[in-house]
């Protein structure tokens, strides 16, 4: 994995571009064209799901997003729409609207699991911001990754580990994350782990890798390992210099 192309903006100023990009096309539909619309589109596909009908950035065009993840242009009489992502061009920038509303979406999703299900290595002082970070025990920048973890708690940057077994839920690699998840001292075994120290490899039957799996892949769409979700829910593919994440995180 490469380091980012170029330096995250701070979270608070994302939130507030995303949060008046999103109050931008929060405009309410008439009825009777999402009515239409979800009938054209259902008939056509009566095997998609597809959500709310809303008023897009773009006049003419609503947007539906269709099995919980991605989101179709639509015309008004549901007979034509485009798959792909809406960007909106300022004097200053190109900005993807479509990937605002999506880190908003993983935000929420992020926020609705269950923190006792992950490996978390905590500040000792005041917790500034936290990162949720999808891991495998056997990828070389996961392990760069986790030698930074002491200097960005010390930055106050709290780290949520998920497991993300790389090689899939019938691998070794799965059965190497899912000690550490089972173990007495999870955080202790993980980075034992880490550092290929022999660790007996011990499966127990509740652990939660296979649902934290199923995230990534269905949810935040992790393309490989170490995945980074900042707490806006931008994703940041790969690894990050401490300095790097901090600044992204308006540390």
Known sequence: MNFLAKPLKPLAALAATAALML???AVAVDDAVAKQIKAKLTA???GANFGEVRESAMPGLYEVEVNGGNVLFVSKDGGHFIAGDLFEVTPQRVV???EQ???KNRAKVMGEQDLGEMIVFSPKGETKAHVYVFTDVDCGYCRK???DVPELNRRGIEVRYL???RAGLNSVGYRKVATAWCADDPNKTLTDLKNRKNVPLKVCNDNPVAAQYKLGNEAIDVRGT???VMEDGTVVPGYVPPET???ALGI
Do not use: E, M, W
């Open 96 to 98: 993807n609207l479509s």
């Open 101 to 103: 509303r999506r880190g």
């Open 226 to 228: 170490p995945t980074i």
């Open 163 to 165: 497991a993300f077994p």
């Open 44 to 46: 056509g596909n009566p």
């Open 145 to 147: 990754l986790h030698d």
């Open 245 to 247: 994440l901090a600044k």
């Open 23 to 25: 109050a931008q096309s």
